[in-house]
């Protein structure tokens, strides 16, 4: 699936241009990203039981990094970390998981909603980080309970307050580049305290459509529930 870049993470002259690279990218991020939506369907349906079903979901969410992570490293410094769009050429240093990554913007407006989000990431960390390890936490204690005979609650009550935790927490962080704040433009490094590498697979500005989308979705089925 990975393929090699033409020289210079650039279309080479006269040859496929930049559409059918951008595609290809968009393409490997898209498919990187359907990882995710993986997990989730195995932790909340449950196909293979709640035993197998959460291990094979942890496994994929703990093995997805290594082929994400240097996938996102490889093309940091050519795709917009906004958009995705090759060709970006704006400096955005992130520091993240302890290594700072050169990545780029393909406009200063795409740098500074990158850095609003990140500003924002980074100030609310531990609830953001609390409203969706707390619920997964919960699910996966569960699911291994109900796995071993010993049931806390129905799997439909915990996948129903996994959802409306994570839908409030990823809705409300989906929104933060929206709102201007202050230094969004500032020089020093931004801080991504979360795997940077799921951002980028769409791009911040597509994931957090994602977010908005998925979320609102989970929190109007929650409340049809009721
Ligand atoms: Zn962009």
Redesign the pocket.
């Known amino acids: 699936m990975i393929h090699q870049p033409p020289a210079g993470h650039g279309p080479e002259p006269g040859a496929e241009g930049p559409k059918p690279f951008f595609a290809a990218l968009a393409a490997e991020g898209l498919a990187l990203f359907l990882f995710i939506p993986l997990v989730l369907f195995l932790f909340l349906r449950q196909p293979l039981g709640p035993g197998w079903s959460v291990a094979t979901g942890l496994a994929v969410m703990f093995g997805h990094r290594f082929v994400a992570g240097p996938w996102a490293a490889k093309f940091a410094d050519a795709r917009?970390?906004?958009?995705?769009?090759v060709g970006?050429a704006k400096a955005v240093e992130v520091l993240s998981g302890g290594r700072t990554w050169s990545m780029r913007?393909?406009?200063a407006a795409?740098a500074a909603r990158a850095r609003r989000f990140l500003g924002f990431v980074s100030r609310f960390r531990l609830p953001i980080a609390l409203g969706i390890f707390v619920p997964l936490a919960w699910l996966v204690a569960a699911s291994f309970a109900a796995a071993f005979g010993h049931p806390l609650l129905p799997h439909p009550v915990n996948a129903l307050a996994f959802r409306v935790v994570v839908a409030a927490t990823v809705v409300v962080t989906s929104l933060a580049p929206l709102v201007p704040s202050a230094g969004a433009e500032a020089a020093v490094p931004a801080r991504c305290p979360f795997p940077i590498h799921n951002l980028v697979l769409l791009?911040i500005?597509n994931t957090m459509w994602v977010f908005r989308v998925v979320g609102a979705w989970w929190l109007i089925d929650a409340w049809l529930r009721l």
Do not use: K, M, P, V
């Open positions: 917009c970390l906004w958009c995705g769009r970006a913007a393909c406009s795409h791009g500005g």
